[in-house]
């Protein structure tokens, strides 16, 4: 592999990441929504209280971590983490399965047998490559559920706060480095690794303020590529209510590519909040499209 693509293989990574997971989780809710209609959102506002809600359970759910890491050893979160992935890996796969699935023997295949598959390799095999599958479904289901049930202008307040949220929690309180820090150290599937060489084992990471300790390797919050991805798919609903689904998820896109792009090898503080860049670039892709057919045509 020649190095200058070598060297920039975790900014393409990344984005390959963001592409495909944020793609997936639209793929998802059309078929929720085809086979569970009512779940749509009955107001462009839709789901305004969990704006609120999420939010306070981000502060508590970091506050919580890094206590306890300071306190007791942390292994009975890393089953949690896991549970909770086997959990999303379950949803998405209920779904998906039962489009591809022609027996109902494939069918319980695939739902019960993809959940146990990634489950079992996060705890056997820790490698990147592991955390990272298991982190593209998670972050395509959550951006599915989240994204269908969401009105779209709910959608961008709720990114719009995140954003906030994420800034202030890396550059002011900078309990989100911490976090970072406790999820690294006590082997929490939360983070994306992306070396430079695909083909390196990492095994068990060290996090300092360098980057990852001797490799050469960046990492990205699952957030970082789920809550994006909310957008896209809330703006691809809206799309398809107005009659241009495709122009309403390709300016979401790379508006986030855009920010990912500015995020990764832009002159950025490291280590660097990521929702700021990129439910900025999503939520101004979406503005560009709603004004342009609102206004324009």
């Known amino acids: 592999m020649p190095n200058a693509l070598r060297n920039s293989l975790p900014e393409v990574s990344s984005l390959v990441i963001f592409i495909s997971s944020s793609l997936f989780a639209v793929f998802i809710s059309t078929i929720v929504l085809s086979v569970e209609p009512s779940v749509a959102p009955s107001s462009s506002t839709s789901g305004l209280l969990y704006i609120a809600y999420y939010l306070v359970a981000a502060v508590v759910f970091s506050a919580v971590i890094i206590v306890l890491s300071k306190r007791f050893k942390m292994n009975f979160l890393k089953w949690i983490f896991i549970a909770l992935i086997g959990f999303m890996v379950f949803y998405v796969w209920s779904y998906v399965g039962a489009l591809i699935a022609q027996t109902y023997l494939e069918y319980y295949i695939m739902v019960i047998g993809a959940p146990l598959i990634v489950m079992a390799l996060l705890v056997v095999k820790r490698e990147w490559y592991v955390i990272d599958i298991a982190g593209f479904f998670l972050c395509a289901g959550l951006a599915s559920i989240l994204g269908t049930i969401l009105g779209i202008w709910a959608a961008v307040i709720f990114l719009a706060a995140f954003a906030v949220y994420d800034y202030i929690s890396v550059y002011k309180t900078k309990h989100m480095v911490s976090l970072a820090k406790v999820a690294v150290d006590a082997d929490l599937p939360m983070l994306f690794i992306f070396p430079n060489n695909a083909s390196e084992k990492l095994g068990k990471v060290e996090l ?20 994006p991805g909310i957008m896209v798919v809330a703006s691809a609903i809206y799309g398809y209510s107005v009659g241009h689904p495709l122009e309403f998820i390709l300016l979401p896109l790379l508006g986030g590519i855009a920010g990912m792009l500015l995020l990764v090898t832009g002159k950025v503080k490291k280590p660097a909040p990521g929702l700021p860049f990129l439910n900025t670039g999503v939520i101004l892709g979406f503005l560009a499209c709603f004004l342009y057919f609102t206004f324009v045509l």
């Open 208 to 227: 300092t303020d360098e980057g990852v300790e001797g490799h050469k390797a960046m990492l990205l919050g699952f957030g970082d590529i789920a809550f």
